[in-house]
């Protein structure tokens, strides 16, 4: 122990003897930082993946896990810690020529489960501006968690969230990423493709309102010599009476390599747009879309789930020149007294796409969605019950080219159970 350190801990133990008026506050502090204020969760989850294209094999699994997270309360309003840990199993993964776990996504290549430390950090806060360092959850429009099989993206970071009048922003430096399906980090470099490299990212974001009444949302990040981007959207809300309302959206990106180029050994660049329109009547729900990709280059999303409209259950519908429109409807059966049981459908249409290094013609795409979701929350059930939320997903693909037809058919069942303890202090 150093003589420093020493005389600190010396003089801190000496005042806190003479104070007792200290000392209790201390020990209130430290009760609050650790109990009052404290929450841990437990979070179920179970997952069955089948995709079965014309030629095997199918891609199936079932996988089971969650995670477990632990969050202090703050201490003297100013430091607060957490931690989260995931794991997801397998319950059936074969391993054979006709069928294999592999391409689920759900478990690492060949099957195998595994145990992550997905979040550990240390949050300081002055006047609700928070500094949060090391592993956590990031969720800020193109870098979040593409949380869609058994366990989130999570990263290693290290920003700045609060807000400023009535625009809330994020601001800092992303160094790595654990993706869905994979137990450790990689810097955010080789997370997008570039060998050999290693390079964190810089990352902001702003947003003001919301699309409940409206909203603008904007972010850009840089991955020095990889690649950089940039997206908007402005999204709002037109009621027409008690029944009907009308939102209406739009949307925007530009994308392209940076400094040397280190992801595909020369420049290029692309865009991306698009405009929504949902008409809500009700319990119904009505939408169209249509989504534009530049020709120059496909658009790439490495550090997250493609936010763009028309981003479907199996295709994204992102390639280079490609245009896509998409239908759907919705019905909430609350509407009949089925409270937490919602229905989606949808049909979306992708068409001159092309290969951009050499022009090559791509397959036209359809794309069928039908989308069942229960939640127990809202329903006259025991409290044990109400986490419960269960989701059945169905996609059907054709994919046409040269007089032939290409065609995949995917089911997904998700189950998801979340516990909650929160200190006393903090459950009020």
Request: aromatic content about 14%; overall charge neutral; charged content about 20%.
């Amino acid at each position: 122990m150093s003589g420093v350190f020493r005389h600190g801990l010396v003089a801190a133990l000496t005042f806190l003897a003479a104070s007792p008026v200290a000392a209790q506050d201390l020990k209130s502090e430290l009760q609050r930082f650790l109990y009052d204020e404290a929450q841990a969760t437990v979070h179920l989850r179970s997952y069955y993946f089948d995709r079965t294209g014309q030629r095997p094999p199918k891609n199936v699994a079932l996988a089971g896990g969650g995670w477990i997270g632990l969050q202090s309360g703050w201490f003297y309003d100013t430091v607060q810690v957490g931690a989260v840990g995931y794991t997801t199993q397998p319950l059936w993964a074969p391993e054979g020529r006709s069928e294999t776990s592999n391409g689920t996504r759900l478990l690492k290549h060949d099957g195998y489960g595994f145990f992550t430390l997905g979040q550990a950090f240390a949050s300081v806060r002055w006047q609700d501006q928070v500094f949060t360092a090391y592993r956590q959850h990031i969720d800020e429009l193109e870098v979040n968690p593409r949380d869609n099989r058994m366990i989130p993206q999570t990263f290693e970071a290290y920003a700045m969230r609060g807000a400023v009048g009535p625009v809330r922003y994020f601001g800092g430096y992303v160094a790595a990423i654990k993706r869905r399906d994979e137990s450790e980090f990689i810097n955010m470099a080789e997370a997008a493709g570039a060998r050999d490299v290693n390079a964190g990212m810089l990352l902001g974001t702003l947003r003001y309102g919301n699309a409940d009444t409206f909203g603008v949302r904007a972010g850009s990040y840089v991955v020095p010599d990889v690649l950089w981007s940039s997206y908007g959207d402005v999204a709002g809300t037109v009621t027409i009476d008690d029944d009907f309302k009308l939102q209406l959206a739009a949307q925007l990106g530009v994308q392209g390599s940076d400094g040397a180029h280190r992801l595909t050994g020369r420049p290029f660049s692309t865009f991306w747009a698009g405009g929504q329109a949902t008409a809500l009547w009700g319990p119904f729900l009505v939408r169209v879309a249509y989504q534009q990709i530049g020709t120059a280059a496909r658009w790439r999303s490495p550090y997250g789930i493609f936010i763009g409209y028309n981003k479907r259950q199996v295709v994204d519908f992102d390639q280079a020149g490609e245009r896509s429109w998409q239908a759907a409807a919705g019905y909430d059966f609350a509407g009949v007294g089925l409270n937490g049981l919602r229905f989606t459908a949808s049909a979306t249409y992708g068409a001159d796409a092309i290969t951009a290094e050499t022009g090559a013609r791509l397959p036209e795409v359809w794309e069928y969605d039908l989308d069942l979701q229960f939640g127990a929350e809202r329903l006259p059930l025991p409290d044990l019950l109400k986490p419960l939320n269960l989701r059945g997903r169905v996609a059907f693909v054709d994919r046409y080219l040269n007089g032939t037809v290409t065609s995949t058919t995917e089911y997904r069942v998700i189950m998801n159970y979340t516990v909650t303890w929160q200190g006393p202090r903090r459950s009020r």
